[in-house]
């Protein structure tokens, strides 16, 4: 059975991994969880929640673990899932893997996300939120392809589900099922050591639901933020023109 390699590629504080729920449900798929994820803490020594744990329990050698993302297939499934976080990909990481990937964007407002990872890390970088590494990549695939790879903005797949997992599954080639929109409620032996940090929110979920949230204007981040915001918005601005959501 041929196998479609899907790599979304996503930064921290989205709905990333309720979007892996989501694929996890079809009959047809497997997922893996942020497989660079022990690679990125051994090499930058990032105090993460379970670091030593999640360093302990991972390959942290990305040229294996990239190996394995093109090359290995799990059993009895036609859909192979990796949810990748884009800033696991340090500069030493050689792009060429994902030549053979069907890469796909996940992304959410800068703002929202910026107010929300510094309540876990005080201090951090625009590349800690893989900003800039998302855009890298986008440019590379979309250069690569000769045009725009799917991008899936989160506010958008909150308030429309299905049209928008249907417009996905049409432009990486799988037939959408009805089981993406709905998952049984708990944990997954497919979720990364890290789960117990934090997944006790998606654990909870049985499927897409938007929430109210305020307007953007009024989420306060610090001033000292808001040139990164600045900046990561001029990126957020560029891969928001392909969302498909735009056009469902």
Known sequence: MPV???????????ISTAL?????NRPDCAVVDEP??????????YNHPG???IVAAMDCNW???THALCNVKPELCGVFYQKHMTQHLLPEVKLDFVDDLENCFLIREPRRIIA???NIRSDFTLEELGFPQQWELFKRVADLRGHAPP????????????ANLRALCERVGVGFSECMLRW??????????????WYASVEESTGFQAQEEQPLKMVNIPAQYEDMCERANCIYAALYEHALGANV
């Open 184 to 197: 049984p409620r708990g944990r997954r032996n497919s979720d990364g050591v890290w789960a117990p940090h």
């Open 20 to 24: 892996m729920r989501s694929f996890e």
């Open 151 to 162: 991008v899936i903005d989160s506010a958008q797949l909150l308030r429309n589900p299905e």
């Open 36 to 45: 660079l994820y022990g690679y990125y803490l051994k090499t930058t020594g």
């Open 63 to 65: 040229q294996s673990v």
């Open 116 to 118: 929300s990872y510094r």
């Open 4 to 14: 479609t390699r899907i790599a979304m590629w996503s930064g921290p504080r989205n």
């Open 51 to 53: 670091g030593e744990d």
